[in-house]
């Protein structure tokens, strides 16, 4: 028996059928059907994982039989291949249908081979869970056990000694200290520092060393949304309380409820949000939209922001008695040029997580590539440095990371004498083919 997934193929268009299956059939155990009828007799017969249907046939549509295949098989992943793109064939398609894609022709082969490969990891999932829901109705003590252990890794992931990566004279060790002194006490805590230093780490390092480490830890970025969106995402809504509205939702303040809530880019909220949000913070409850009735919330709240809010306090930009109630305890992250000396440690951490989610294994990196990274400014702190590692490792063939593969802006920074080697070179003089002979006579020399 094939251990490929199979996919069913609908299209009365002959041609049609043999360009997907020459794309398909070397990770796909392929059926095809010109109709309807003979279409529904392979589902009978085979155990299908995805349909694929064009959408204009003789006699029907493809979402009107997607639509049945939905009633008899409902595990199947069902697709739309389509020429046209009629709104209301897509708004059926996924009302009356449930279909997992509508692609549109023409077709690019590699991107659709890779959505149908999504699609086969999807059906294997929904298995499994099903699989598991079954098991954890007979062993529910499976479930606690596995929460524990999960609690216990993150635990250990987020720990002050192991978790925040660094030098033994690094300037983040007296933020450690901070953080280890201020985590088990139940009082706000207000991170600053620039984009990419790492607030969220030490937000969770602060949750998860604290006594609320067993309780629920959720993040909300305050600079994504509109005022009213972020009071519906923070404070939750009743059903019909605006257009969209079907059902009640738990806002994350009552998500996290017992445990800490991590509100990131704080300074940017408005003026109006702010006074909701103070209440919160001094009544600890919240009313969900749609509401006449408040709620009890008993939250950590951990704030963020990339911003001098003193600043913006004496601007008139950001309220003074809500900057008191969110900075009980500030904490400032260093930017990463001013820790240089974690970059080598930092570097090898980030490469480890990198390989890990590629899959391609190195040794490290070279001293030439350490040494022009600590040369580096890098504006875009932890996070450009994470981007840059992953790049270089993308870019490698071989067993090291070299200089070679670090983008430009980063050689410009590298170590003065490497940079006057490379500005004698730039200064030969004569054509383009002079100055490459001028080269290569140097070399041999």
């Not at 897509?90 to 659709?112: C, F, M």
């Not at 490969?117 to 499976?142: C, D, G, I, Y």
């Not at 998500?255 to 880019?265: R, T």
């Not at 300074?267 to 919160?280: N, T, Y």
Request: glycine share 6%; aromatic share 6%.
């Amino acid at each position: 028996m094939s251990t490929q997934p199979t996919v069913l193929i609908v299209d009365d268009e002959v041609r049609a059928l043999e360009s997907l299956v020459r794309i398909l059939e070397d990770d796909f155990h392929v059926k095809v059907a010109s109709n309807t009828v003979d279409a529904e007799a392979i589902l009978q017969q085979e155990w299908v994982q995805i349909v694929l249907c064009d959408q204009r046939m003789p006699g029907t549509t493809g979402v009107e039989f997607l639509a049945r295949v939905r009633e008899q098989w409902p595990d199947v992943i069902r697709m739309i291949i389509s020429g046209y793109t009629d709104a209301e064939d897509i708004i059926s398609g996924v009302n009356e249908a449930g279909i997992y894609q509508y692609i549109t022709k023409p077709w690019h082969p590699d991107r659709l081979l890779l959505t149908l490969k999504n699609a086969a990891h999807l059906f294997r999932l929904q298995q499994e869970n099903v699989q598991l829901s079954a098991e954890l109705k007979h062993a529910p003590h499976t479930l606690e056990q596995g929460m524990s252990l999960r609690r216990e890794v993150l635990k250990k992931h987020f720990h002050l000694d192991a978790g925040i990566v660094r030098a033994q004279d690094s300037g983040m060790n007296s933020v450690c200290e901070t953080l280890a002194r201020v985590a088990p006490f139940d009082v706000p805590v207000l991170v600053t520092g620039e984009s990419g230093t790492g607030k969220e780490l030490c937000a969770r390092a602060l949750h998860y060393n604290g006594s609320r480490a067993d309780r629920p830890f959720v993040v909300e970025n305050c600079a994504a949304l509109p005022d009213d969106l972020l009071e519906s995402e923070l404070f939750g809504y009743k059903k019909g309380a605006f257009t969209g509205a079907v059902e009640d939702r738990l806002g994350l303040f009552e998500q996290a409820d017992g445990g800490s809530i991590f509100l990131d880019e704080i300074g940017d909220v408005s003026s109006a949000f702010q006074v909701k949000l103070l209440r919160v913070l001094q009544e600890g409850e919240i009313r969900p939209l749609g509401s006449n009735h408040r709620r009890n919330v008993d939250v950590r709240v951990i704030a963020a922001t990339n911003k001098d809010l003193e600043a913006e306090v004496r601007a008139g930009r950001f309220r003074e008695d809500l900057y008191y109630r969110l900075s009980a305890i500030t904490v400032e992250l260093p930017p990463l040029r001013q820790r240089t000396m974690d970059i080598p440690l930092l570097a090898q951490a980030l490469l480890e997580s990198v390989m890990q989610s590629l899959g391609k294994q190195v040794k490290g990196f070279t001293d030439e590539a350490l040494a022009c990274m600590q040369a580096y400014h890098w504006p875009g702190n932890v996070r450009e440095l994470r981007n840059e590692i992953l790049r270089m490792l993308v870019m490698g063939n071989g067993s090291e990371l070299g200089a070679d593969l670090l983008s430009a802006r980063v050689l410009r920074a590298a170590p003065r004498e490497e940079a006057a080697d490379l500005e004698i070179l730039a200064d030969l003089d004569g054509s383009l083919k002079q100055r490459i002979e001028s080269l290569e006579a140097r070399i041999l020399r």
